[in-house]
């Protein structure tokens, strides 16, 4: 078969969803992972974690990460214990996120798998974790960090750049070439305007573009974020209630406490407690403080952040907030209400209508988060039903994402157009409106490529 000695790109996650992303190249033999996310939200999703992968996790020669999310990252545990035993590359803000995310994500299963084996309720008969906080902690070794914008080689043949995306700390977009052809993998994009992360590295001239689109079909509000929720905080806090947050532990936390202490230093907050509920997101500060030449905020700023709320470390103190009652505010993770200390704080205040809930990010298809989002109000929570009276607000500003007006523009800055653009990490509705605007608005070639399909990078079509 001719298209063998052709380098290939495969799509074996992150297409007709944002989750799951994994995009192997194999050229001549040599083989290289970019991304190894974990699907999330749809059951039918989820069940892909358990299939297995197309090629042996053995063969793999290499794996490079974008960033710490585990939609991105969350994968790497299993490779590594089936069998993977090559470098894990990724910047060094990464590497040390993912020292928090990979264990705390085998944790979160390992609760998961033992909640169902009591409760009976799983057709996995005994009901295992998809992986241990064990297997997290040992993929860990196999992390290789590199610097951004220094060119290394991931297999022979295969030399790869990181260039900063502005997502999160350590967020880069991937820059490859690949036997004479450049492919170049944008991660997930930051935004022009975000308060804590800088805008992302501009996009060179490349033969095959593989970009996100999980705001294809959306922009994001002209309206300061902050404001929405300083007028949210001041409405429950006068009848007494408490605000939950719902925030990703690493990224969120922290620029929903910059919002809250600039909205302080202005007078507009009211003099209620704020608590961090998330030990995950009190370690990753400390990492953003490490890496002051990645984003916008000051030393002084992050003292301000930080002096603002009670950090909560403890299981026995995560409680007793369940028990203390409004007014408060309380941010916590998960973001999606996939899973964490949220959960509990739900169950606790969720059906008191002078309450609010704030979903403070992208709600994937299929998560708890997603069914709020679209109105439903009864939540299946540990096994029992908890019916939400509590207000519901998604503020959609927070976002960490790029929407699609930025994408277009970051696309038509580039010096040439691509040969192809394949459009991944998207629910189907926003991956083709992204398509429709990048063919339409740019003339680019485009496509939104099938799960498991494979494109020969010599000839993308
Ligand atoms: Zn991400």
């Not at 995009?23 to 297995?52: H, M, S, T, W």
């Not at 350590?170 to 805008?199: E, I, K, N, S, W």
């Not at 590295?201 to 300061?224: A, K």
């Amino acid at each position: 078969m001719a298209i063998e000695r052709h380098p290939r790109l495969r799509f074996l996650g992150g297409t007709e969803t944002v989750t799951g992303s994994k995009y192997l190249l194999d050229a001549g033999g040599r083989r290289v992972l970019i991304d190894c996310g974990l699907f999330q939200g749809y059951k039918q999703l989820r069940e892909r974690n358990r299939a297995p992968l197309p090629v042996p996790a053995s063969s793999i020669d290499a794996v490079v990460i974008t960033h710490a999310h585990l939609d991105h990252t969350g994968y790497l545990p299993m490779l590594v214990r089936d069998g993977f035993r090559g470098p894990i590359y990724s910047t060094e803000g990464t590497a040390q996120l993912c020292t928090l995310l990979l264990p705390d994500s085998g944790h979160l299963l390992e609760e998961e798998a033992r909640y169902a084996q009591r409760r009976g309720s799983s057709i996995h008969q005994p009901p295992t974790a998809l992986y241990t906080a064990e297997d997290a902690v040992k993929s860990l070794r196999s992390f290789r960090p590199r610097d951004f914008d220094a060119p290394f080689d991931a297999a022979p043949g295969m030399q790869a750049t990181f260039v900063p995306a502005g997502h999160i700390l350590g967020a880069a977009q991937v820059h490859l070439d690949v036997d004479g052809v450049a492919v170049h993998f944008t991660g997930d994009l930051g935004r022009a305007d975000d308060p804590l992360m800088f805008p992302p590295r501009g996009l060179e001239s490349v033969d095959v573009l593989v970009t996100e689109s999980t705001y294809g079909n959306r922009s994001h509000p002209d309206e300061d974020p902050g404001e929405a929720l300083g007028e949210l905080v001041n409405t429950v806090a006068k009848r007494g209630g408490v605000v939950l947050i719902a925030a990703f532990a690493v990224g969120r936390a922290e620029t929903l406490l910059l919002h809250l202490s600039r909205l302080r230093a202005k007078g507009r907050l009211p003099e209620i407690p704020i608590y961090l509920n998330s030990p995950m997101a009190i370690d990753a500060s400390r990492m953003y403080q490490q890496h002051r030449n990645e984003h916008r905020i000051s030393d002084r700023e992050f003292a301000q952040m930080y002096g603002l709320a009670t950090m909560t470390r403890t299981a026995d103190d995560s409680k007793l907030l369940n028990l203390r009652g409004g007014p408060m505010i309380i941010i916590s993770a998960s973001g999606m209400l996939t899973g964490g200390r949220i959960l509990h704080h739900i169950a606790a205040y969720g059906g008191d209508p002078k309450n609010a809930i704030v979903l403070a990010g992208y709600q994937a298809g299929g998560t708890r988060g997603a069914d709020l989002v679209d109105g439903r109000r009864m939540l299946r929570i540990y096994g029992e039903d908890v019916s939400i009276r509590a207000d519901v607000v998604a503020i959609d500003g927070f976002s960490a994402h790029a929407d699609a007006d930025f994408l277009l523009r970051w696309m038509k800055a580039a010096p040439t157009a691509p040969r192809m653009t394949y459009i991944t990490h998207g629910e189907p509705a926003s991956s083709d409106a992204l398509r429709r605007r990048i063919k339409h608005e740019l003339g680019w070639n485009a496509r939104v490529p099938e799960h498991l399909e494979t494109i020969n990078l010599a000839n993308p079509r």
